[in-house]
């Protein structure tokens, strides 16, 4: 009988668990090679242009500088990040101040997460700065493309693995859901994801 219930118990949790990952969980269809022309493969990466100029991408995509940026809605005017915050080689800050002093790594994440505005946001992965190859604020359409379709610059990623990596990657579903006032990043992971393999079915074409 005791038994029975445990098992019980052990089956609603499995179920539940099970139910909150699925929520999250992104789908990754690439397009059969060939079914996408130039034209939508153009389509789709100008949609994904718009993601990764986005202030919740692009903020933490600064290249070489070392510095994040505060920019979007939420921030009034665009400026580099306060308290002179240098990420160094570490892209962690460890040679000056980390990042993780302020913007504390979470156990799990939840809804509830980032609901003050201009705390310092927190996910459950360690924050730090992108690597200075996918250098975006600032940069054009034309430069962020060549820069994500060429495996030397971009962590030597096939489009598939750059989906797969979108998705596992929290720092993600966090910009899709920022909380405290940020304006999340445009269309929805999803959508992103789809633009990505579109693109990448098509041959991974860029604007002239
Ligand atoms: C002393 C505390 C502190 C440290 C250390 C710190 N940050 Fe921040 N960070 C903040 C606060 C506070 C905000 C939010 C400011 C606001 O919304 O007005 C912020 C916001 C940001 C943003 C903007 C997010 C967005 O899109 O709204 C980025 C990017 C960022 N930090 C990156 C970093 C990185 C990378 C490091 C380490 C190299 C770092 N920060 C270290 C306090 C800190
Ligand atoms: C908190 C800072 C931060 C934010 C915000 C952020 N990224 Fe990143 N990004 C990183 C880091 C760190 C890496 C390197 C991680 C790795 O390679 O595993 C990375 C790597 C990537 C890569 C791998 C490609 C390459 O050229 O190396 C892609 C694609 C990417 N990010 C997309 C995005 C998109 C899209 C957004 C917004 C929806 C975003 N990132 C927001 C920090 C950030």
């Given at each position: 009988?005791?038994?029975g219930?445990v098992?019980f118990g052990?089956?609603v949790?499995?179920l ?8 999250d969980?992104v789908?990754?269809?690439p ?7 130039p ?8 949609r994904?242009?718009?993601v990764?100029s986005h202030p919740?991408c692009a903020n ?5 500088s070392?510095k ?5 809605p939420?921030?009034g005017?665009?400026?580099a990040h306060g308290?002179n915050?240098r ?6 800050g460890?040679?000056?101040l980390l ?7 979470l156990?799990?994440t939840g809804?509830?997460?980032?609901r ?6 927190r996910?459950?992965?360690?924050w730090?700065?992108a690597?200075v ?5 600032g940069k054009?359409?034309v430069e962020i ?7 030397e ?5 096939t489009d598939i693995?750059?989906a797969?990596h979108?998705n596992?990657d929290v720092?993600l ?6 909380g405290?006032?940020r ?5 929805s992971?999803?959508?992103?994801v789809n633009d990505?393999l579109?693109?990448?079915?098509a041959g ?5």
């Amino acid at each position: 009988m005791r038994l029975g219930s445990v098992i019980f118990g052990v089956v609603v949790w499995v179920l539940i668990a099970t139910q909150a990952l699925a929520a999250d969980k992104v789908i990754i269809e690439p397009p059969a090679a060939g079914s996408i022309s130039p034209e939508q493969g153009l389509q789709a990466w100008s949609r994904v242009y718009e993601v990764a100029s986005h202030p919740r991408c692009a903020n933490c995509h600064t290249g070489a500088s070392d510095k994040p940026m505060w920019s979007g809605p939420s921030y009034g005017t665009t400026r580099a990040h306060g308290m002179n915050i240098r990420a160094g080689n570490s892209r962690i800050g460890a040679e000056t101040l980390l990042c993780s002093t302020c913007h504390t790594t979470l156990v799990t994440t939840g809804t509830d997460d980032n609901r003050v505005p201009h705390a310092a946001p927190r996910v459950a992965a360690p924050w730090m700065l992108a690597p200075v190859d996918a250098h975006w604020f600032g940069k054009s359409s034309v430069e962020i493309c060549e820069q994500l379709r060429d495996p030397e610059r971009n962590g030597g990623r096939t489009d598939i693995e750059i989906a797969e990596h979108l998705n596992h990657d929290v720092i993600l579903h966090w910009a899709w859901n920022p909380g405290g006032g940020r304006e999340s990043a445009p269309y929805s992971l999803q959508e992103h994801v789809n633009d990505i393999l579109a693109w990448g079915a098509a041959g991974f074409p860029c604007p002239s």
